[in-house]
């Protein structure tokens, strides 16, 4: 329980913006909620607003990766699914790597 205490509810690495859940639009990286980073859904999906990074989040499953303008989803339900999904970065693009 204390390593997972210890983990950072985000990071950030260049363009990209690594969250479990998502972010609350047209609220500061650094002033957003550790309960939207866990737990948001509707308000960040539906958003095109530019968050200033490319927001790469897990926690709503879909049968495939989500690539949006301002989001990146790559929760494919490996629960259930047995399919685990990950983003690859290289420069300025980027590729899935997953077990399907």
Known sequence: MMFLNSLKLSYELGDFLFVHAGIRP?????????????????????SRADHGKIVIHGHSPSNEPFVGRNRI?????????????????????WRFLSTK
């Open 26 to 46: 047209d609220i500061a990286l650094d002033q957003q909620s550790p309960h939207d980073l866990m737990w948001i859904r509707d308000e960040f999906f539906t």
């Open 73 to 93: 989803g790559i929760d494919t339900g490996a629960f259930a699914s047995n399919i685990l999904t990950s983003v690859v970065l290289e420069g300025t693009s």
